[in-house]
């Protein structure tokens, strides 16, 4: 219960102090420390944080930029190429693509593009769990 009125006071505080004179802010900091028993650097960046609106808001994610697909052509190329560390893969990439036309059925011109445009990052992070699956050392 305390909390809600805390909160509330605290918005009133944040409108008030955006909209006062460098004097009034310091009357009203102490009236916000004198109130809620919170020291003075800690108040002010009460009083400047955003709206709990914008605050609590979910972030946005990124959309996936390899398809599922893709990710199953790599993998097939990292199996077949006998599991290269990342940065071989990536170089060995275009050498394989020939092969990965006559045995993947789903491989088209977009596939091979963002099979191209995958970094040796990527590509550890995307392998990663199939890396810990297959217990084979690299």
């Not at 940065?87 to 099979?115: C, D, F, G, N």
Request: charged fraction near 30%.
């Amino acid at each position: 219960m305390a909390g809600e009125r805390l909160q509330e006071a605290l918005t009133s505080f944040r409108r008030r102090y955006r909209a006062a004179s460098r004097q009034e802010r310091s009357g009203l900091l102490n009236e916000l420390c004198k109130l809620a028993g919170y020291h003075r650097k800690y108040a002010i960046g009460l009083l400047n944080a955003r709206e709990e609106k914008t605050m609590n808001r979910p972030r946005r994610r990124r959309s996936p930029t390899y398809s599922q697909e893709a990710m199953k052509g790599l993998e097939a190329i990292w199996r077949a190429a006998g599991y290269p560390w990342s940065v071989r893969l990536k170089a060995l990439l275009p050498l394989w693509l020939p092969w990965a036309r006559k045995h993947l059925q789903q491989l088209t011109p977009e596939l091979e593009r963002q099979l191209l445009a995958i970094s040796p990052r990527q590509v550890d992070r995307r392998l990663a769990p199939r890396k810990r699956r297959q217990k084979h050392r690299l």
